[in-house]
């Protein structure tokens, strides 16, 4: 998890860190040239695959010196803290002081201490943040967190919404647009660079802003920042609206299929895919006698009944199936 | 195949002026015939000529700014008109203010279905903007000329920001050869 994080991170990161990754990457083999080069199972040694050269002995394991068999004792043994993350203002490197007023021995102390305690408990939230800088990302980065949890994304997401709230905010693009703007369409972008795209909708429903804004502040940001998104893929939506929908794994197959077919006529141009995902599913579910009523598949994908009906109509049209 | 170029259409033409002085719009409302002022909808005031169709904004810095016009020759000669009743309101304007085409929008055709998707990874997804969920066309930033075109899905195109009526062939030509170099126009 952690690995997969700091990876993503490592993607977005400048373009320095990534010549360093590749040049890591492209190493070969000195007898043969080819790059299948594979740490042996012991990882001591780094051998080719293709000619059985050694490259590398005594390679340095950057693992845990000691052994742990469950979860409680990885963590009395480990003598680390939890990764840094990028959704906190302080990348999780923080001080806190606990609420608890109890010793390391866990007796209570006593009242003169505890309200000495209290002050210090103050002033270590106080100094925290520093400026209102500080503040402000802090508040925008709880703002994803909020947002992430009311629409169930992954922790992943939320690291890649806040690297791209970062990036906006190193690049001077909030000037002029309200944090939450700002905040919501990096979150919107990082559903979508994560291949888990929610439309502005959904996102809206969790938002303190309006649609249109986020739109507007999304397409700026992606604008300046370079982030090359690729349209959404209608077959994106499939799963979620079918499970939402409680229709079977063979409804979801055909309304894939559909949506591959029709796409690849050129039905899809300019059409919102969330709009044509539901047809497709509606479409699907008549096909497969697990018949949906369009006000069901409208109000799961919210789109209308109309898009729906219009989306049908040239699909299957395409299709060449008569519904 | 037709070329595309043919089917360039000058939808409409904005150009700016200025008679030289400042204009109590109040005035210039109650005695121009015709005329729309309502500074609490639009600071500035309207002014619509029938033939050529167009609108003249009209500002109390004595700035114009005519619109709806279909050709640069129209915006001329629907400025021409405004002069002329300004001049009968007894307003000094010089004889030939200078007039700036500010922007141009065309209209075209390439004929044929085009599949947007392919086309917005095609053309690099550095230089466009395809948002299907927000608009249904696709925006395609050129630099030379400094045009903006709308391609959509049924193959019409709407270009945009250009200052001269040749700036919309150059794009049209220049879209043209990068969709066929692709291989996205068949």
Redesign the interface.
């Known amino acids: 998890m952690t690995r997969s994080t700091r990876q993503r991170e490592r993607e977005t990161a400048a373009k320095q860190e990534e010549e360093e990754d590749s040049e890591e990457g492209v190493r070969e083999c000195p007898e043969c040239g080819s790059d299948n080069l594979v740490k042996s199972s012991d990882r001591a040694e780094l051998v080719c695959n293709d000619c059985g050269l050694v490259v590398e002995e005594e390679q340095i394991d950057p693992g845990p010196e000691w052994r742990a068999f469950n979860h409680q004792e990885r963590q009395e043994k480990s003598r680390v803290g939890a990764p840094t993350t990028q959704t906190m203002h302080d990348k999780g490197l923080t001080t806190t002081i606990d609420w608890k007023d109890k010793d390391a021995y866990g007796r209570s102390i006593s009242s003169k201490k505890r309200s000495q305690m209290h002050r210090l408990r103050k002033w270590q939230e106080r100094i925290r943040t520093k400026d209102a800088g500080e503040r402000n990302l802090q508040f925008a980065l709880s703002e994803i967190d909020r947002m992430a949890s009311a629409l169930g994304v992954p922790r992943s997401v939320r690291e890649v919404a806040s690297v791209i709230y970062r990036r906006a905010l190193k690049e001077d693009l909030i000037r002029g647009r309200s944090i939450e703007g700002v905040a919501t369409s990096a979150l919107y972008a990082a559903c979508r660079k994560e291949g888990i795209p929610r439309?502005?909708e959904e996102i809206s429903e969790v938002s303190r802003v309006e649609r249109k804004e986020i739109?507007r502040t999304y397409?700026y940001i992606s604008?300046e920042l370079?982030l090359?998104?690729?349209?959404?893929d209608p077959k994106k939506y499939v799963p979620r609206f079918c499970s939402e929908l409680e229709l079977t794994e063979e409804v979801q197959s055909k309304a894939n299929e559909i949506i591959e077919t029709t796409?690849e006529e050129?039905l899809?141009?300019?059409?919102?895919?969330?709009g044509y995902a539901a047809a497709a599913i509606y479409a699907a579910s008549l096909l497969c006698n697990e018949k949906k009523t369009q006000r069901e598949v409208a109000d799961v994908a919210q789109v209308t009944e109309v898009t729906i009906r219009n989306r049908y109509q040239e699909q299957i049209e395409a299709m060449g199936i008569h519904g | 195949m037709t070329d595309p170029k043919e089917t360039i259409n000058i939808e409409n033409v904005v150009a700016s002026t200025g008679i030289g002085q400042e204009l109590d719009l109040q005035s210039v409302a109650m005695d121009l015939e015709g005329a729309d002022y309502d500074p609490e909808q639009f600071p500035g005031l309207v002014y619509r000529t029938q033939d050529p169709k167009s609108a003249a904004l009209i500002f109390r810095s004595g700035k114009i700014v005519c619109t709806g016009a279909k050709s640069t020759d129209d915006v001329h000669e629907s400025l021409r008109i405004v002069f002329d009743k300004l001049r009968e309101l007894s307003i000094k304007v010089e004889d030939d203010p200078e007039i700036v085409v500010q922007n141009i929008v065309t209209s075209a055709d390439l004929g044929r279905q085009l599949n947007l998707n392919a086309i917005a990874i095609g053309l690099g997804l550095e230089n466009i903007e395809y948002e299907p969920e927000q608009f249904p066309g696709l925006v395609y930033r050129l630099d030379d000329p400094e045009v903006v075109a709308l391609l959509f899905g049924s193959g019409k195109l709407v270009i945009t920001g250009g200052k001269e009526p040749k700036d919309a062939e150059h794009a049209v030509d220049k879209i043209t050869s990068r969709l066929e170099e692709l291989g996205l126009l068949d």
């Open positions: 439309s502005l739109g397409r604008q370079g090359e998104m690729k349209p959404v796409a050129g899809l141009s300019g059409k919102s895919p969330t």
